[in-house]
């Protein structure tokens, strides 16, 4: 089936630990997304993608980083430098020119 | 990026409809307005969109304002697996650069 897949779902890590969250679609789309969401909160937009080998800074990108190397893989790294790390987050991913988006099931971070 | 302005959270009884109100007063004129949802530990799904006219499917119905600056989301009969927060996102599919900035939404809580 086609779709877009977070893993792992929750995940552990001790302070000071680079973490990379993986996020690949199959969707052939163009555009990827990723997203945090603390407790109660909306979605804030950390990094996103338009193409391969390409991708812009969102809202809240201190802290983070990102490779686009592949169409289908997108994944996230929550570096050391990120002072509060545990939320949880979303990959996106849609066609450009864009009407839907589609989410990923998330993936849950705590850092200890 | 033009911005939403969603209640925070609304109120409603099961099999009975459902208003959601989105004002969007800087809408431009290449801008598309979107519904999402999520569920509790969900990533949110895609729900309807429309730039002009009002628009049915068969999970709503969105209905916008002649001028375009606000528009609302209607659940024509509410059940309890439709309790989420809703977000209404403005979507330039004229630009390259498409963010998909998500604001805070509105939670909505079913009655039984």
């Known amino acids: 089936d086609g779709g877009i897949t977070q893993s792992p779902k929750y995940l552990f890590r001790k302070e000071g630990q680079n973490v990379t969250l993986s996020c690949e679609q199959n969707?052939?789309?163009?555009?990827m997304y990723w997203y945090r969401q603390d407790p109660g909160q909306g979605l804030r937009l950390i990094y996103y993608s338009q193409i391969v080998n390409d991708f812009q800074k969102g809202d809240i990108a201190e802290g983070y980083s990102v490779s686009r190397e592949k169409k289908e893989s997108f994944p996230l790294t929550v570096t050391s430098a990120q002072k509060n790390p545990t939320a949880f987050y979303l990959c996106a991913s849609s066609i450009i020119p864009n009407t839907e988006a589609f989410f990923g099931q998330g993936t849950r971070l705590t850092v200890v | 990026d033009a911005k939403t302005t969603q209640p925070n959270s609304m109120e409603s009884n099961e099999e009975e409809p459902v208003h959601l109100p989105c004002n969007h007063s800087t809408i431009s004129g290449t801008d598309y307005i979107h519904w999402y949802r999520q569920l509790p530990s969900q990533g949110p799904e895609y729900v309807i969109h429309g730039l002009t006219s009002n628009v049915n499917n068969r999970m709503a119905s969105l209905a916008i304002a002649e001028d375009r600056k606000s528009s609302t989301l209607i659940l024509h009969r509410a059940t309890l697996r439709d309790a989420a927060v809703y977000y209404c996102i403005l979507r330039d599919v004229g630009q390259g650069a498409q963010k998909l900035v998500f604001g805070q939404g509105t939670r909505l809580t079913i009655n039984p």
């Open positions: 969707l052939n789309h163009d555009a």
